[in-house]
């Protein structure tokens, strides 16, 4: 007789960073895309100029990764944006994300 079940019931869990998020029209990733349309240049353009993978544009672009504080500072020096602005709703969206994910795993959620 087995103590521990490990039934159906277990094997829903997936961890956090395979959930793809998808970005909100609010968000920075969103607004980084708008913006490199607007300016014609290709995910390829971009992640050559930062010196970051293709891959990694498209996944923030997507919502699937959260951009790091430097990427998101090249951004703004790339289309002109406000630095603080970016700062500021960096740290909000990072704040938010990480309170999501602690719900989450405390089984707070809505």
């Given at each position: ?107 707070l959620e809505d």
């Amino acid at each position: 007789m087995h103590l521990i079940s490990c039934g159906p019931e277990l094997n829903h869990f997936k961890p956090y960073h395979k959930r793809a998020q998808p970005a909100r029209p609010d968000s920075l990733p969103h607004l980084f895309r708008k913006l490199r349309q607007n300016h014609n240049l290709t995910k390829r353009s971009i992640a050559k100029n930062f010196g970051v993978s293709e891959d990694y544009v498209s996944k923030i672009e997507s919502g699937y990764e959260f951009p790091s504080l430097n990427f998101c500072l090249k951004c703004a020096q790339e289309f002109d944006i406000n630095p603080n602005y970016v700062k500021n709703k960096w740290a909000k969206e990072a704040i938010g994300r990480f309170t999501d994910r602690l719900n989450r795993r405390l089984g707070l959620e809505d």
